[in-house]
């Protein structure tokens, strides 16, 4: 039988740096499709030549056994290929008839596109109101909406990108039985994830990529996941290792906080509380979009609350500014990098300074170059950024290596408090662990961690507590040893939720 | 057909940074030609009109610093604003607030010989433009409204209110109902450094500026958050820069340079006050301030640039029969060229294979 | 009210040429470019125009001359804001600057020569009138009913997402820029050709800026752009009639008039920040730059 997309030797070049190195994978009818690989190492750019976003460089793509190029996404959609991407590309003021509308060729009908919409979401267990704007729907109902607008086209090869990092364990297992049926009816499927338990479970075939070049091409279901690891990463990497942890006093506590959004769109956090002691790392699990924008936001102090509803070390510090709780020994890495937790046009020396600026650097209202470098150095060193010095710019580094700067920055202030929002995402394994390693360390050596992150297996991984944030809700704040990935899972979806307690 | 992009550079080019303004002014030049020629203009001669001639004389030079001296003051207070992001474009209107401030102070006092008058006017200029960049300031920390309409809006007004002050409450009663002021009293008014030339003091306070200026921008931590806040806005939420302080800062300073600015000028070369007291000061310092990248040093150089071609467009007007309004042109077009070539300070040009 | 009838026609009068100006920055402002050149642009225009006509030649002539003339300036701002990426706010600026500086050295040959009117038609207006209106419909339309309008909307809110379904966002915004140079120097053109059929040096007197303003206030949608250029038109007009009431206002304060009302406009609109996000296009007024 013809496969319906072969690849040959597709290269893609960005200077001297090899994105896809010669890569080669074929697709059948009907096949479910795994490109696994860590981050890095090139599964979002084969995609994109795939879906005509880029050209590569050199190597050819055979379409059901023809040789074709690939110009253009619409190109790509003639052809019959859908992209379901990881970060949406919905516009949010617009309805959801409206953004399916902008990739259909049809003459411009909302009525009849409407009706369709509905016909195929009824067949395919995909529930959507084709005229509510996007900004109103959750991350799930999104993700619907994306598959929809592949769906309209009657696609013969689906590709989804990192499909189910927004997604709550239900609703993961609901996504799957779609795929199954696209699947059986003849969709050929590229499924892009370095989640390997959920590869063994979906997936016919799977591709493993490493550093841009084709490593190897199993059956997941006859393949440990510890030889899936293997191939994906190339080297044994030290697991991290958390030492029992030793609760001290508690550092960080929330209680009774109950926050209105800033956004119209945001979460209203309601009746909120945890504590977070020294010695110990709490995580927060949850999908995003249920309050942890505006929760951080609380806890850093870019948004001013009630005196009492947040204390560092025993002190009120709700109604004071973001700079004044760092001067108490807050200390805070965003989910954004570039932009918020560094400025991409500046040096690196003066990224140091940005969160940096007590404890010498600043003098009488003017900034002291010597220590600042030193500070900035200082960081490099110990966290190991590759970077061409302390004057290279923030932009320049490479998202892993930025992160590991800002990390290693904050670290670097030996606060009391640390709280990280996502600290792996985008990040290669390598550095992933160092930095899932720092966390620990740094929390037994007296400060107290708070994690939220998206990523369930890392929270397993590191925390000692583990609380669910379910629409604006913080369950209770649960051990490590007592609870399971699938009780998240239901914790996450709201169901058997306490009432939350320090 | 070779396709060319832009990549970013991993540290921002120094050499371009000195160059690009070099590399503006002479594609400015190039693009001037065939401008000139359109317009029945023999370029070269219009060209030697513009940039030479001006220089020739030391009264030449005299008027080339004090054309000079309102430039780069108000193009050291915009550079601080847009280094913050906060885009004052009513410059203008401040310095117009700032000479009517510093000219009430003068007519109030025409009597007698007194020393502190001329700072006592400094004052007033400096607290007038600070007045009408408070405005803007105000509705932008408490209203969310933009800073640039506003500034804007507020320098029609102000010059209607002067063209009104001038016309009334502020007019000469011996003056045959002529649209101006009296003329200011000896102790209102600057000195010329040299004998028949109209050059005075107030340069060294300007030299002084762009020192403080240079002290707050690369070397205060004050000026550190003011980047931040102008590069990332939500990197200086994140590190705590109270933002709506640094606003208010940013616009008073640039308020307090073109008051003083305005005063420089009404107690320098004017003497008086009427319906024009400036030749769009406040809009050429924006292209100053752009010029010399934003930073104190390249501002002195932006300012005697802009104040040849403001030199140039007068002798165009007297030699060549143009209007003056033709340095204008050089000014956009020469705004233009610098941003172009500003790119390739961050970027370098690739050719893509 | 024998004052009725000329106040009305001296409003929608003023009015056209914000109509144009402002109809056309708001196509450019939803495409998520800022283009604060449109003085400049009217000011080309009207010279442009009154050039043309004092030559002899028809008034459609002059006003599709002054048309391509602002196109041209137009595309100048779109090769550095598109092209280059550069801050918009600066090269809008530089056209204006250039554009007052090229307006008034074209100017320099008119003296006080006077050019004939574009003929009323109906209701005692000329036909700009109401093409102004009709244009502020059309746009309404094309917005709101049609895909290209739609794509427009979209590449203004998230021109990356844009381009990954592979729209041209470049080309696209190319055609807004040029759009609303159009138009602006359709503005100019009915300065100088019907409004004041005269030379005055400056005679948009910060028009395109109250225009730039309008569209603000009108959170960018066709309907509000018309009535807020009424309301202008009413206040520019006001002034006029003020000595008729028996007002014993200084003509400065009246003048002044317009320019206050703009800022308590702008302060009304933009007083709450979710009004303004809510309908502001995204990605206004920032830099693209398309990943390869």
Redesign the interface.
Known sequence: MRPRLALEAVTKRYGSFAANDSVSLTVAPGEIHAVLGENGAGKSTLMKIIYGAIRADAGEIFWEGREVSIASPSAARDLGIGMVYQHFSLFETVSVVDNIALVNKDRFDRVRLAARITQLSERYGLPVDPHRLVHHLSVGERQRVEILRCLLQSPKLLILDEPTSVLTPPAVARLFEVLRALAAEGCSILYISHKLEEIRQLCDTATILRGGKVVGSVRPAQVSIAELAGLMVGSAIAPVTRPRAVQGAPRLSVSNLSVQPADPFGTALQDVALAVHAGEVVGIAGVSGNGQAELLNALSGERITAADRIRLDGVSVGHLGAGVRRQRGLAYVPEERLGRGAVPGMSLAENALLTGHRGGLVRRGFIGTGPIEAFAHRIIQRFGVKCSGTNAVAASLSGGNLQKFIVGREYSLAPSVLIVSQPTWGVDVAAAAFLRQSLIDLSRQGAAVLVISEELEELLEICDRIAVLFRGRLSQALPREAISIDQLGVLMTGRDLQPSAA | MNRL??E?????SRLMGVGAPVLALAAMILCAIPMLRL?GLEPLATLRVFFLQPLSTGNGISEWLLKANPLILIGLGLAVGYRANV?N?GAEGMYTVGAICAGWVALRFADGTHHWLLPAMMLAGVLGGMAWAAIPAF?KTR????E???S???T??AQ??L??LV??PMQDPGGLNYPQTALFSESATFSPLVAGMRLNASIFITLGVVVLTWLLLD????G?QL??SG??P??A??????QARLIWISLLISGATAGLAGMFEAAGPLGQLSPVISPGYG?AA??VA?IGRLRPVGVVFGGLLLSLLYLGGEAAQMTLN??A?????????L??CL??A??LV?YRVRV?? | MSLLLPLLNGTLVAATPLIFAAIGELIVERSGVMNLGIEGMMLIGAATAFGVALGGHPAFVAVIVAMLAATLAASLFAILALGFAVNQYAAGLALTILGSGISAVIGRRFGASSVTSIPKVLFGLDPLVYMALALAALVWWFLNRTRAGLVLRAVGEAPHSARAIGYPVIRIRYLAIVFGGAMAGLAGAYLSLVYTPLWVDDMSAGRGWIAQALVVFATWRPGRVVLGAWLFGGVTVAQLFAQTFGLHVPTQFMSALPYVATILVLVAISRNPQTLRLNTPLSLAQPFRPDR
């Open positions: 992009y832009l970013r550079r991993a540290v921002p317009e885009w474009i509705l209203l969310n409204t933009s640039i309409l506003v804007l809006m507020l029609y007004v209607l209110l063209a009104w016309n009334g070397r205060s931590f004050l550190f980047k931040v590069q990332a939500a990197a939420r994140y590190a705590g820069f109270a809009f924006i292209i752009f143009v209007p309004a033709l340095s204008r042109c050089f000014q956009g077009l705004l233009f941003l172009a500003d790119v961050d893509m294979p």
